[in-house]
Nanobody
Framework: QVHLVESGGGLVQPGDSLRLSCELS????????MGWFRQAPGKEREFVAT????????DYRDSVQGRFTLSRDHAKNTLSLQMNSLKPEDTGVYYC???????????????????WGQGTQVTVSS
């Protein structure tokens, strides 16, 4: 059974940085397209970023492009999201997700992800 565990959330001020991590267990990490989603209070879950199985290709929502960087470490079975220049609108619960093993294509659609972590809270406030 695949498990995803996120860490690294917290309370920061606008302009600060945070690094979120997601560790996958119970599967071969390199077989999974991975993604991050977030959900703000009273809003629907939205796509943040996705990364290919190799880690070569990434895709981001427009509002985080240039501020967030997604990467993966296959030796550590870990996905990392470096978030810089944080804004109050980045506040929310951040979820790590994995598609079915063996699927090649990245996706921004939450329903195309099979496995989900429990989420980690990110709050950006002065």
């Amino acid at each position: 059974q695949v498990h995803l565990v996120e860490s690294g959330g917290g309370l920061v001020q606008p302009g600060d940085s945070l690094r979120l991590s997601c560790e996958l267990s119970g599967g071969t990490f390199s077989r999974y397209v991975m993604g991050w989603f977030r959900q703000a209070p009273g809003k629907e879950r939205e796509f943040v970023a996705t990364i290919s199985r190799s880690g070569v290709d990434t895709d981001y929502r427009d509002s985080v492009q240039g501020r967030f960087t997604l990467s993966r470490d296959h030796a550590k079975n870990t996905l990392s999201l470096q978030m810089n220049s944080l804004k109050p609108e980045d506040t929310g619960v951040y979820y790590c997700a994995a598609r079915m093993p063996g699927i090649t294509f990245m996706s921004s659609r939450s329903h195309e992800y099979k496995y989900w972590g429990q989420g980690t809270q990110v709050t950006v406030s002065s």
